[in-house]
Every structure is written in C-alpha cells, then in structure tokens.
C-alpha cells in the first residue's frame, strides 16, 4: 500500500498540481494585497473618503450599544452586520484573479500552437519506390518518365 501512494505522490500530474496550488495561494496573497492596499484606497477617496472594509449594514448592536465607527469595532462590541465593503474588496480581487489567469492561459495557449507543417519536398517514384524531388518528371534513380504533380 505505501508503495502504491509513493507512486501516486510522486506521478508528475500531482505534484504539478501541488506547485499550482502553493503558488495559486502566494498569486492570491498579492492580488489581495494589491486591491486592499493600492486599488481601494484611491477608489474610496474618489468617492468621497469611503473605507470600503469599513462598509457594512448593522443588523444588530453588540454591547456596547453603537453607533460604530469601523466594522472593527462593531465586531468587537459582538454586533450582527453585514459586511458588503469586504464583499467588494472580495469580488473585486476575484475579478483581477480571473484577469490574470486568463492571460496566462491565453499566453500558454498561444505557445502551445502547432505551426502549420511544412510542403513536402520530396516524394516517391510509383516504379522503383526511391525517394525524388517533389518537381522532378524523370526519377533519378531510375529514369522512368512521372506525370507532373497536380496544383
């Protein structure tokens, strides 16, 4: 049995599959950092000085009773909220992750593209089986007389 799952483990499929995942979550750690840190602070200031983590619906006030200022401190006071704000940051870095790797699957793909094969240059003669150039009428091997390739 431990030689069946050291062969699974060791199959090149899953440990390419570990290293996608490992670095999935590292390229996810800086897509959220990047929307957190340098997207959503000029956002929230175009549109007014809004803190988008900070937004949220109470549906509930904790003790102390609010308001509250920051969602920071309506959850430390044990309030019921909705938090929409971290919903945007959340689908917003969703959408730069799927960006993202569609242009990397797109790049990928692109290289993955077989060019179109060459024109053969040679073919065969129907009478001594040699190989001849592709234009020839006369086999060079041995001088039977070929129809010209049609095209």
Same mark, same amino acid.
Request: charged share 15%.
């Given at each position: 049995m =431990?030689?069946?799952? /050291?062969?699974?483990?060791l199959? $090149?499929s ?9 670095? *999935? &979550? ?8 990047l ?5 959503m602070?000029p ?11 900070n937004? =949220?619906?109470?549906? /509930?006030?904790?003790d102390?009773? $609010? ?10 006071? *044990? &309030?019921?909220?909705?938090?929409y ?10 959408l730069?992750?799927?960006i993202?790797?569609?242009?990397v699957?797109r790049?990928?793909n ?5 060019e179109?094969p ?6 065969q003669?129907p ?6 150039a ?8 041995c001088?039977s ?7």
């Amino acid at each position: 049995m =431990f030689k069946d799952f /050291k062969e699974f483990i060791l199959r $090149g499929s899953v440990v390419d599959m570990a290293v996608g995942v490992i670095i *999935g &979550a590292a390229f996810g750690a800086i897509v959220t950092s990047l929307v957190n840190d340098v997207l959503m602070p000029p956002i929230g200031l175009l549109l007014g000085r809004v803190d988008f983590a900070n937004l =949220f619906v109470l549906l /509930k006030a904790g003790d102390p009773l $609010g308001p509250y200022r920051s969602l920071t401190e309506a959850q430390a006071a *044990g &309030a019921v909220t909705i938090n929409y704000g971290l919903f945007v940051n959340t689908a917003i870095s969703f959408l730069l992750v799927g960006i993202a790797l569609f242009l990397v699957i797109r790049g990928v793909n692109r290289m993955r593209k077989e060019e179109a094969p060459e024109a053969p240059s040679t073919k065969q003669c129907p009478y001594c089986l040699s190989e001849i150039a592709i234009g020839a009428t006369r086999c060079a091997h041995c001088t039977s007389e070929l129809a010209p390739e049609p095209g």
